[in-house]
């Protein structure tokens, strides 16, 4: 069974900085994609970043210059730095592991205000 367990997720006032962590545990090879989503306060969950098994990645317009994603192949773990937070990027960030279908984590809540 694959499990998704997230960190890094906290309060942080504009212009900072946060670090998210998701590990992926079991059986698991042959990742296709990881990725965050984020759902702000009332409104559908959006995707963040992605990167693929090749290293390639793809940002939301809004995100791009400010968060940047990375992965730990050997540790299945990918990670999501985020600099100069805005309060809009409040909200619940969710990880994803693509692997015999879309694997989710339990998401970690960012509060970004002053």
């Known amino acids: 069974q694959v499990q998704l367990v997230e960190s890094g997720g906290g309060l942080v006032q504009p212009g900072g900085s946060l670090r998210l962590s998701c590990a992926a545990s079991?059986?698991?090879?042959?990742?296709?994609?990881m990725g965050w989503y984020h759902q702000a306060p009332g409104k559908q969950r959006e995707l963040v970043a992605v990167?693929?098994?090749?290293?390639?990645?793809n940002y939301a317009d809004s995100v791009k210059g400010r968060f940047t994603i990375s992965r730990d192949g050997a540790k299945n773990t990918v990670y999501l730095q985020m600099n100069s937070l805005k309060p809009e990027d409040t909200g619940v960030y969710y990880c994803?592991?693509?692997?015999?279908?879309?694997?989710w984590g339990q998401g970690t809540q960012v509060t970004v205000s002053s």
């Open positions: 994803f592991v693509d692997f015999r279908g879309r694997r």
């Open positions: 079991g059986s698991i090879f042959s990742i296709a994609a």
């Open positions: 990167i693929l098994s090749g290293g390639s990645t």
